[in-house]
């Protein structure tokens, strides 16, 4: 059972916490679901480190003829715009 405190604040009980591995300060996304809320985790990605990350990769791996002429950030645009294609279509399936 979860009580609604000032503030509209909750307390998640302990055996979900641990369950879900959560701890203070994390980020929970919340949505209506039917007549009720359901609470999600959500995982936060530092932007600067991914980017860092990718450009890394990118610098790894040989350009194709196509991609002779084009800059970093082109690459790097298009890259980000895949792995958004591709969320969609992992999000899309699991609905």
């Known amino acids: 059972m979860v009580i609604v ?3 509209f604040q909750v307390t998640i009980p302990a055996k ?3 369950g879900l591995n959560l701890h203070e300060g994390d980020l929970m996304e919340a949505t209506v679901v039917g007549d009720g809320i ?3 985790p959500k995982v936060v990605v530092d ?3 991914a ?3 990718v450009t890394s990769i990118l610098a790894q791996t040989e350009s194709s003829p196509e ?3 084009r800059s970093e ?3 790097m645009e298009d890259s980000i715009a895949e792995i958004a294609r591709a969320r969609q279509e992992r999000h899309a399936r699991k609905t």
């Open 5 to 7: 405190k000032p503030k």
């Open 16 to 18: 979900l916490r641990r």
């Open 38 to 40: 359901l609470f999600r």
């Open 47 to 49: 932007r600067n480190a």
């Open 51 to 53: 980017a860092d990350r």
């Open 67 to 69: 991609d002779a002429d």
């Open 73 to 75: 950030d082109e690459l």
